[in-house]
């Protein structure tokens, strides 16, 4: 069962950030890891569309994560995409092409030069905020 409630490791979210930024102007994206719903690991995978208003992942790099998970003894918990010029809310397209209700839904906006970043379950068509917390001593 997804929880309403998850954390974040504060170097993660630094990854994360960083990582998008160097995607701008294009969609950069990512799947988030750890355990118990407590984020401890990024790992960024190449946009296949090369677009700033949509993304999907590289295959054969979406393939090499899920083994590292695997290997490492990580649960999948959620995916992190950025909106380069938007607000971090899923827009029609991230809801009507997101098929992993139990997966956290993270988007980073980067308008106006911010990272904003927001956290969600998107079940039935339906958009869940989710609270979360920045662990900021690991």
């Not at 993660?12 to 990512?30: D, T």
């Not at 208003?53 to 295959?59: G, K, T």
């Amino acid at each position: 069962m997804a929880s309403s409630y998850l954390s974040i490791w504060g170097p993660v979210v630094e990854q994360i950030h960083h990582y998008l930024r160097q995607q701008y102007p294009k969609e950069g994206c990512g799947i988030l890891a750890g355990h118990d719903q407590e984020i401890t690991h990024f790992f960024p995978i190449p946009n296949l569309d090369d677009s700033p208003h949509s993304f999907s992942f590289e295959p054969q790099a979406y393939l090499e994560t899920i083994r590292q998970l695997r290997e490492l003894q990580l649960e999948w918990i959620g995916v992190v995409h950025s909106h380069p010029t938007t607000e971090p809310y899923p827009s029609a397209r991230d809801i009507a092409n997101w098929h992993y209700p139990e997966k956290s839904y993270w988007i980073c906006s980067l308008k106006q030069g911010h990272c904003r970043l927001s956290a969600y379950y998107i079940r039935h068509q339906q958009v869940i905020p989710v609270m979360y917390q920045i662990i900021v001593n690991r």
